[in-house]
């Protein structure tokens, strides 16, 4: 029975998983709040506070899958990309414990990682299968043919979909991530109160950097005219961006599908736990007759489960690295 430790730093959350044949024993993630009064995420504290929190977090996952250290099969880690410092805080720890414990050394891609997160709960979709990936660093649309053998066929150009999120909230002074917030907001307002332009982009490439300085001038001009405008209307306003948001991917994802002629679809990352988003599937999949996917809220933002995952399909692949496999913040696959 294939048993891996999996261990994600890439970002702003310290997360350690074992997974066993495929299936999660623990997923433990200690999320970090000192970069909430900062307004994104501080390189520097967040490799601070991945060290603070690794060791524990490791233990953690170790003693919650009620699994001792000599019975793992492979030490997994996330290569890339994200933030270089994050990245090497939890490249070396595995490297030192894949050394220690003269175990194989899995390196495995954050994006590939989210996609994958669609095939830890059952019903998972069949190959080959669409994914909308949507994440604070990442929008794509990627073609999976297989667990290891994935294309990208679209992505963003300039800001990805959580950072559409995440800006417009701070511009209406909400705190840092705004996506979930904007979320909660849009509940209760009106998704036709406001108009945002649809940015005309061609192919499966998206584009939301127009739609935040949209939002800017648009806030401005109606401030002149009544400074409680946010106040007042921030339900409205909110449910106004995400419907654009939402729009925006929902069509390009309906062009993929037609594209490739592929109706199984999937959504991953952590604007995938949007629950507009959600439901904008799940409707555009009885419309034109998709199956569609979603992780639970857990495996959508980041988590080592989804790192876990994918270095089990690695280990049935053989694909290992030596223990001089070093991280990086921007890599292609
Ligand atoms: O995948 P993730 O946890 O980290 C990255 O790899 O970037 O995604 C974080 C992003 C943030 O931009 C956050 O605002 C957004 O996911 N997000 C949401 C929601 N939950 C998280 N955006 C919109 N609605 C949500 N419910
Ligand atoms: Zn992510």
């Not at 490791?58 to 899958?65: C, E, I």
């Amino acid at each position: 029975m294939i048993t891996i430790l999996a261990i994600e730093s890439s970002c702003d959350e310290t997360a350690a998983s074992v997974c066993r044949e495929g299936r999660i024993l623990s997923n433990i993630i200690a999320s970090q709040k000192v970069h909430e009064s900062y307004g994104g995420v501080v390189p520097e504290l967040a490799s601070r506070a991945h060290m603070q929190h690794i060791v524990p977090v490791v233990d953690q996952a170790m003693k919650m899958a009620g699994v001792e250290m000599d019975s793992l099969d492979g030490i997994a880690f996330t290569q890339a990309p994200g933030l270089i410092g994050a990245l090497l805080v939890g490249a070396q720890f595995a490297r030192s414990m894949a050394l220690a414990l003269n175990k194989p050394l899995i390196p495995v891609h954050h994006m590939q990682a989210h996609v994958i997160a669609n095939l830890i709960d059952e019903p998972s979709p069949s190959f080959p299968f669409l994914c909308l990936t949507v994440s604070g660093g990442h929008t794509q649309i990627v073609l999976c043919e297989s667990p290891t053998i994935m294309n990208v066929i679209g992505e963003t150009i300039d800001d990805a979909a959580g950072e559409a999120f995440d800006k417009s909230a701070k511009i209406l002074g909400l705190p840092y991530p705004g996506g979930p917030l904007i979320d909660s907001y849009s509940k209760q307002g009106n998704p036709k109160a406001f108009i945002f332009p649809e940015p005309q982009i061609p192919g499966l490439n998206f584009s939301f950097s127009g739609l935040k300085t949209s939002i800017l001038y648009f806030l401005q001009e109606h401030q002149r005219q009544n400074p409680n405008f946010i106040e007042e209307r921030l339900p409205d306003i909110c449910a106004s961006i995400q419907r654009r948001i939402v729009t925006i991917l929902l069509n390009k994802l309906k062009k993929a599908a037609v594209e490739t002629g592929i109706k199984e679809i999937c959504l991953a990352g952590g604007v995938s736990s949007n629950s507009e988003l959600r439901s904008a599937l799940k409707e555009a999949g009885n419309k034109y007759g998709w199956h569609t996917y979603y992780p639970s809220p857990q495996y959508c933002t980041d988590n080592a489960a989804m790192i876990a995952m994918t270095a089990y399909y690695k280990f049935l692949d053989g694909d290992f690295a030596d223990l001089s496999a070093v991280p990086s913040a921007r890599a292609t696959w």
